[in-house]
């Protein structure tokens, strides 16, 4: 009883890998070779483009001032540092680099 169930198990897949390749499905638009690389040519352009603007409106607003502020007052119990730290000065370099 399981080896014919094995046999027409294997007898269907070997006819659907025998099918005609012509009539599976296609994921593609449906179009021909042709119309597919003529697509694909038009969005590489698109693309292309799409840099070439990305790029310009990055420059452009690069290149443009940006504001300076004054430098704000050193009050006194700003950065003080009365004590050591519990690590030591320079042991640890990722808290205090040089």
Do not use: Q
Not at 28 to 41: H, K, N, T, W
Not at 46 to 59: D, K, P, Q, R
Not at 77 to 95: A, C, D, T, V
């Amino acid at each position: 009883m399981a080896s014919a169930i094995v046999r027409s198990s294997l007898r269907k897949a070997l006819s659907i890998a025998r099918a005609n390749p012509a009539s599976k499905r296609s994921f593609s638009s449906g179009g021909s070779a042709d119309e597919e690389a003529r697509e694909a040519a038009k969005w590489e352009k698109i693309t292309y483009v799409g840099i070439a603007a990305c790029s310009i409106l990055a420059f452009v607003n690069l290149s443009k001032g940006h504001p300076h502020f004054d430098e704000p007052l050193p009050y006194s119990y700003m950065h003080i540092r009365n004590k050591e730290f519990p690590w030591g000065m320079f042991s640890m370099f990722l808290f205090c680099p040089l």
